[in-house]
């Protein structure tokens, strides 16, 4: 079952500008990450949050994570077009096992 | 060696077929899962192995059978599948469940499965 939202489903800028997707979800987890997919082939892991951690950044990534309003956001900055790919953030499973679950993606799209 | 290799890459298959999808990683990763992608949806998760042995079945139909013969390698059999089974599935491999321990799952680029 999916546990984490994305929000938008559907995202479309202009190269240089900023993107933001947020990650809602609904039970308590050990992990929140971030994957890119494209064109529906092999996930790439992009940053891996923990629970008592609040910000990360990773190049022109920056993932925040607010575990009181079970919600995340993934901000990449200075967006080029090879960026175009789907985004999902995964969370694990309850138990404290690590096991991907995946939300609904956003999709970005950065025109040149 | 940080690949999960996925073969073949496109099957299609008739609803009589039998074949299999086969996964294989040398990252000494102990956990390894298989997930069914539909067209513009998330990853689903149907099976995780941990230590070479079944730990997750989410309720997937019997025409698919996973095996995990040894640390490395991972398949999933198929029998008697139907056209709705036509879907991306992608095979991924962690160190292994701990929560505490993992910082990322590897995925394999997938296999194209076309059932006719």
């Known amino acids: 079952s999916q546990q984490g939202e994305e929000d938008p489903q559907a995202l479309s800028i202009q190269e240089g500008e900023n993107a933001t997707m947020n990650c809602s979800y609904k039970t308590s987890i050990n992990n929140l990450q971030w994957y890119r997919q494209n064109s529906g082939r092999g996930l790439v892991h992009l940053i891996l949050i923990r629970s008592n951690e609040r910000e990360k950044h990773s190049g022109r990534l920056r993932v925040t994570l607010d575990t009181s309003k079970k919600s995340s956001s993934l901000l990449i900055t200075a967006s080029r077009a090879a960026d175009t790919a789907s985004y999902f953030c995964a969370t694990d499973a309850s138990g404290g096992s690590y096991i991907p679950t995946f939300g609904r993606g956003t999709s970005l799209i950065v025109h040149p | 060696d940080t690949e999960v290799t996925q073969t073949p890459k496109h099957l299609v298959m008739g609803m009589t077929n039998k074949k299999s999808l086969k996964c294989e990683q040398h990252?000494?990763?102990?956990?390894m899962y298989w997930y069914k992608q539909k067209a513009k949806k998330p990853p689903e998760l149907m099976f995780v192995?941990?230590?070479?042995?079944?730990?997750i079945n989410e309720s997937v139909p019997s025409r698919f059978s996973p095996e995990c013969p040894n640390s490395s390698l991972l398949n999933l059999h198929l029998h008697a599948l139907q056209p709705e089974d036509s879907a991306l599935y992608l095979c991924?491999?962690?160190?292994?469940?701990?929560?505490?321990?993992?910082?990322?799952?590897?995925f394999g680029q997938g296999t194209r499965l076309t059932v006719v």
């Open positions: 990252m000494g990763h102990r956990a």
């Open positions: 192995y941990s230590y070479e042995k079944l730990s």
């Open positions: 991924a491999s962690s160190q292994d469940l701990s929560a505490a321990e993992n910082t990322e799952a590897f």
